[in-house]
């Protein structure tokens, strides 16, 4: 059972381009939903993330939009550069027994294209 | 730097052996976290911890156990390996986040596991 579903599972977009990447969400326990950007051969790294009490986070070229009502958040990512081509998981969080439990979506493999 | 560090990149074990996965943080996280991960399933939750000795199983805990003796390192421990553990296995690390607290997970490099 995916709590976080992700889509695209891959994605080709030419260089300058917008890249979309969606994600779906059921558990309205969740508080914090962040993106994380993983490069071959290394653990993933936080991109961006934001909370459910805001709409649209920007962070130079990373846009998250948020929809609460939908349960539904997607990354934007403006002026698509080769060295953008990653995979990227989009997450989220809730608060569970003393601790935190940090659910992934399944990834989508992004290549940027000259 | 702030650092998560698996003991092993690559490791090769044989059916049936018990496998031991150790992971160490340096920055005083109180969550640690293991995931396995594999195409097309992405990141998925074997258990994670939030304090010494306290766990709390993942998505897929079945075939796994942990241990957390110490704050600053988490193991992960296949009682019986089997083939269908073969798989990419990452550590992270994050401060314990409430509310409006944002809390950044770090991960290690990771420990590629062949079962054969």
């Known amino acids: 059972q995916q709590q976080v579903k992700q889509s695209p599972q891959s994605l080709i977009v030419q260089k300058g381009g917008i890249s979309i990447i969606n994600c779906a969400y059921e558990?309205?326990?969740?508080?914090?939903f962040p993106w994380y950007q993983q490069f071959p051969g290394k653990g993933p790294a936080l991109l961006i993330a934001?909370?459910?009490?805001?709409s649209e986070k920007k962070e130079g070229r990373f846009t998250i939009s948020f929809n609460k009502s939908a349960k539904q958040f997607s990354l934007h990512i403006m002026d698509s550069q080769p060295g953008d081509s990653a995979t990227y998981f989009c997450?989220?969080?809730?608060?569970?027994?003393?601790?935190?439990?940090?659910?992934f979506g399944t990834g989508t493999q992004l290549k940027v294209e000259l | 730097d702030v650092k998560v560090t698996q003991s092993s990149r690559y490791l090769v074990k044989r059916t049936g052996e018990k496998v031991f996965l150790e992971c160490v943080q340096d920055?005083?996280?109180?969550?640690m976290f293991w995931y396995r991960q594999d195409p097309g399933l992405g990141l998925r939750l074997i258990y994670f911890?939030?304090?010494?000795?306290?766990?709390e199983k993942g998505d897929i805990p079945e075939g796994y156990s942990v241990s957390r003796e110490k704050k600053e390192r988490f193991s992960l421990i296949l009682e019986s390996a089997s083939t269908n553990q073969t798989s990419m296995y990452l550590c992270?690390?994050?401060?314990?986040?409430?509310?409006?607290?944002?809390?950044?997970?770090?991960f290690g490099q990771g420990t590629r596991l062949t079962v054969v």
């Open positions: 992270a690390s994050s401060l314990l986040g409430t509310g409006s607290r944002n809390t950044e997970a770090f």
């Open positions: 558990n309205t326990a969740f508080d914090y």
């Open positions: 934001i909370r459910p009490d805001v």
């Open positions: 997450a989220a969080r809730k608060l569970t027994g003393g601790g935190n439990k940090l659910t």
């Open positions: 920055m005083d996280h109180e969550n």
């Open positions: 911890s939030y304090d010494v000795k306290m766990k």
